[in-house]
RNA sequence: GCGCCUGUAGCUCAGAUGGAUAGAGCAACGGACUUCUAAUCCGUAGGUCGCAGGUUCGAAUCCUGCCAGGCGUACCA
């Protein structure tokens, strides 16, 4: 719809000027929007005002010689005028609003998608925790963002595939085994101090506990270098599968797993590291050898390998983004926890380095979140191994609501999390004020069915019954979903769905408090019947991007 | 110190490439269930958009400075 007001604007302004009411022919891109206030019209533009310098004429007289050469033969405009500083104004025939609906029925589940993504072959990673603990509240809204995200996306037609990235390599895993070694000999009775260093949480003891059932004491008598590769093998696997399972409970996929050190096994750090070399670009200093990423940018040149010969996550960080490249995607996006900010010059250091262009990556930082119990903190220390996992919420609030309240925050906004809250079946938890019109939707199909009334299809006549403003409001809102989900993906923004699928829940429920779906009147319960339907294909398919279920009763 | 993010109603937050009278929900107050699910609806009230300048027809939005909070600033990941 706005695009037809688009047209005709335009149009009108080339016949004002074939006309000679204007003098220039230089137009601007035409804008148009919704105004926020009803009674300025259903669409908007600022065409004249733009235009006032060009034309060099009074913004109200460009309006008048718009709005005079307007072809609206197919009468979808009620009224136009001129408001404002020169704004003009456009109401819109309320039936010319119906064939929207016909439209849903036809797209159904793909109602809302577009092409705009034209096949491009997109990366989106996210998550990507280190398997060395399981995953926290945080990772939740990191996995709710990037899922969501990825699934707007190719919604939109790109081309997407979703990667977790294991850091299954380095000094982290060394100390994950080292942490479960030292459980391991606790639980052999072995009066041994457990190191500050290593992790806290019980979750290693159980790791311990299985490797007992396992291998007995059979551990004792290795070397220690052997048995804690061994423990941290094991442990990370274990870690790894958890993580998996708590993704999947939490109805988040991926379609790749990318190991960290297969990077080193088949050689692409070194090569890499190599080829930097070659160009000049590392050196060496103090024993170590460094990265010029001040060159590219970044504040200060970076350690790739360590004094001691080891390599820095950092090293394999420039392999991993420069083969996320070579394997073909022609955009890369990483969703990082906003405390990693300061670590994207220097990746792009390294894109560039690679030969590739750093325009082409795109670092989303998800800001943190705050765990709240009836709006106290709750306290979570890492340390000392007490807090709550992505597990335990899930159990607790259900994934539905958690992943819609990790959606209802643009992503550089600090989240409240309150587990009460999410608990809440009112108003104050805005899952179950979407969910809820799906059930009712269905509900009320149920009960027409009862009474032998099914849903039919497209009826014109019927369909020209819809004039209520309710309906028609309800109309509009849904007309307008499918530039909310362009605007979600252009500009990787999966709350704008959110926030418009509250609005069009609390349009139907208006609608539904007002009036009945089921009348006496088949032809007004035909089309009513054939609007909630609609209604009830918006919700869901929104709902399914954002990965949150439709449920049929509540 | 430097860098990134944030600052909008009592609270939690939206606010499109700069548009007209800044919007929701919660909390407060007053109403609506013999009728399709009251997990709902209707109404009232609530604002110096952190502060000060600047850019222009027009600023919550862009620019500069300041204030406050968070995060970062490793040969950790």
Redesign the pocket.
Request: aromatic residues 10%; charged residues 25%; hydrophobic residues 25%.
């Given at each position: 719809m706005k695009q037809k007001i688009k047209n005709l604007i335009l149009k009108a302004a080339l016949n004002a000027h074939e006309k000679g009411d204007l003098p220039s022919s230089k137009f601007p891109?035409v804008?148009?929007?919704?105004?926020?206030?009803e009674?300025?019209?259903d669409f908007?533009t600022?065409i004249a005002?733009?235009m006032?310098?060009v034309q060099k004429m009074q913004?109200k007289r460009i309006a008048e010689a718009i709005i005079k050469n307007i072809d609206n033969q197919e009468g979808i405009i009620a009224k136009t005028e001129i408001?404002?500083?020169?704004?003009?104004?456009f109401f819109i025939n309320s039936v010319s609003w119906h064939p929207v609906l016909r439209r849903i029925h036809e797209e159904d589940d793909r109602y809302g998608a577009s092409g705009i993504g034209k096949g491009m072959k997109i990366q989106v990673e996210f998550v990507s925790s280190?398997p060395?603990g399981p995953l926290h509240v945080g990772h939740g809204r990191g996995a709710a963002f990037g899922d969501a995200a990825a699934n707007i996306l190719l919604f939109c037609g790109y081309n997407v595939e979703k990667e977790y990235y294991i850091?299954d390599?380095?000094?982290?895993i060394n100390t994950l085994g080292r942490s479960v070694l030292f459980r391991y000999r606790q639980l052999l009775g072995k009066d041994i101090e457990f190191p500050d260093d290593c992790y806290q949480g019980d979750y290693i003891r159980d790791l311990a506990r299985q490797i007992k059932e396992d291998k007995g004491s059979a551990l004792l008598d290795q070397r220690e270098d052997e048995t804690v590769l061994y423990c941290a093998q094991f442990a990370a696997k274990q870690i790894i599968a958890g993580i998996r399972d708590d993704l999947k409970s939490f109805g988040v996929e991926f379609d790749n797993w990318f190991s960290?050190q297969s990077l080193y096994d088949s050689g692409k750090v070194d090569k890499v590291l190599n080829d930097f070399r070659k160009q000049n670009i590392i050196y060496e200093?103090?024993?170590?050898h460094w990265f010029k990423t001040k060159e590219f940018g970044d504040?200060?040149d970076?350690?790739v390998?360590?004094?001691?010969g080891?390599?820095?996550?950092?090293a394999s960080d420039i392999a991993y983004h420069k083969d996320k490249f070579d394997r073909g995607f022609e955009r890369v996006i990483d969703i990082w926890g906003?405390?990693?900010?300061?670590?994207i010059p220097r990746i792009k250091a390294s894109i560039e380095a690679a030969g590739y262009s750093k325009e082409r990556f795109d670092v989303i930082?998800v800001?943190?979140v705050?765990l709240l119990r009836g709006g106290e903190p709750v306290a979570m220390s890492t340390r000392a191994g007490e807090f709550i996992t992505l597990a335990d919420v899930i159990s607790e609030v259900g994934s539905d609501a958690a992943k819609f309240i990790f959606l209802?925050?643009?992503h550089?906004?600090?989240?409240?999390f309150d587990l009460e809250l999410a608990k809440k079946?009112?108003?104050?938890?805005?899952v179950?004020?979407v969910?809820?019109v799906h059930?009712?939707i269905?509900?009320?199909i149920?009960?027409?069915r009862e009474r032998g009334i099914e849903n039919t299809g497209w009826d014109e006549k019927a369909i020209a019954m819809l004039k209520e403003p309710e309906e028609i409001n309800l109309i509009k809102s849904l007309g307008?979903y499918p530039?909310?989900v362009r605007?979600s993906a252009?500009?990787m923004?999966p709350?704008?769905i959110t926030?418009y699928l509250?609005?069009l829940?609390?349009s139907f429920?208006?609608?539904?408090?007002?009036?009945?779906?089921?009348?006496d009147d088949p032809l007004l319960t035909c089309a009513r019947l054939y609007l909630v339907v609609a209604v009830k294909k918006v919700i869901r398919n929104g709902l399914t991007l954002l990965g949150v279920s439709a449920?049929?009763?509540?």
């Open positions: 891109d804008e148009v929007e919704a105004p926020k206030i009674a300025h019209g908007s600022n005002m733009v006032a310098s913004p408001a404002g500083p020169g704004f003009i104004n280190n060395t850091n390599s380095g000094r982290q960290e200093k103090d024993g170590a504040e200060k970076r350690v390998i360590r004094n001691n080891q390599t820095t996550y950092f906003a405390d990693h900010h300061g670590y930082l800001q943190l705050n209802t925050r643009h550089e906004s600090p989240l409240d079946k009112t108003n104050e938890n805005p179950f004020y969910q809820y059930a009712r269905s509900s009320i149920r009960k027409g307008s530039e909310t605007l252009e500009f923004e709350h704008r926030f509250m609005n829940a609390s429920h208006a609608y539904y408090n007002k009036h009945r779906v089921l009348t449920p049929e009763k509540m």
